[in-house]
Structure formats: structure tokens, C-alpha cells
Nanobody, 123 residues
Framework: QVQLVESGGGSVQAGGSLRLSCAAS????????LSWFRQAPGKERDFVAA???????YYDDSVNNRFTISRDNVKNTVYLQVNSLKPEDTALYYC?????????????????WGQGTQVTVSS
């Protein structure tokens, strides 16, 4: 079992930045794929970014060059630096973890989820 707890969300103006954190416990995350998803009201949960073994990263096109995923395997924590925020980035941001490296962009393939942290961007 892996427990995930997100933090770092908040309300910012367009163009602002935040650093989201996700602390994992229960197992070492070194070999897990760690990802961020987001869900806006009335919409599906969408892939944002993934870190595979801390070596390879993947991003949705909508956040590429604005968001950066990183991880500290010693602290069992994954981060999402979000820059140049836009109102359309407003959502509940979730951290997710899985073993394996397939279907990284598919939310249904992740067995472990945090409770989410809210990001609200005003224009």
C-alpha cells in the first residue's frame, strides 16, 4: 500500500506560480511511476505529468514548458512546479502512483491516489 498526501495548492493570479508537493508513505517510491492529474468541475480527470523512475518525464501538451515534475526518492516526495498559470489551469490536482510503466496517461491504471490540492487561477 502507498499513501499519498498533496499540499501546496492555493489561489493565484494569472501568470503566477505554485509548487505542489506529494508526500508518499507506506513503501519506498523509488521504482514507482509518480504522476499528477487534475480535474476541473464537471470534467474528467486529466493527465498532467509523470515521472518514471525519476529519469524520464512526460507532460501533457497543455502544460509543456510551464510545468515541471521532479522527485526526491530519499524524501519519498514528488513535486510539480507550476509556472505561468492560466485560468484554465484551475482544478483539483491529484498525485497518483503505480508500479510499471505502461498507460501512464490513463488515470484508471493508477491504484494509489491522494486526496487532491486545489489550484485556483484568477484572470
Amino acid at each position: 500500500q502507498v499513501q499519498l498526501v498533496e499540499s501546496g495548492g492555493g489561489s493565484v493570479q494569472a501568470g503566477g506560480s505554485l509548487r505542489l508537493s506529494c508526500a508518499a508513505s507506506g513503501r519506498t517510491i523509488r521504482t514507482y511511476t509518480l504522476s499528477w492529474f487534475r480535474q476541473a468541475p464537471g470534467k474528467e480527470r486529466d493527465f498532467v505529468a509523470a515521472s518514471q523512475w525519476g529519469i524520464t518525464t512526460y507532460y501533457d501538451d497543455s502544460v509543456n514548458n510551464r510545468f515541471t515534475i521532479s522527485r526526491d526518492n530519499v524524501k519519498n516526495t514528488v513535486y510539480l512546479q507550476v509556472n505561468s498559470l492560466k485560468p484554465e489551469d484551475t482544478a483539483l490536482y491529484y498525485c497518483a502512483a503505480k508500479s510499471g510503466n505502461v498507460d501512464l496517461r490513463f488515470a484508471g491504471s493508477y491504484p494509489y491516489w491522494g486526496q487532491g490540492t486545489q489550484v485556483t487561477v484568477s484572470s
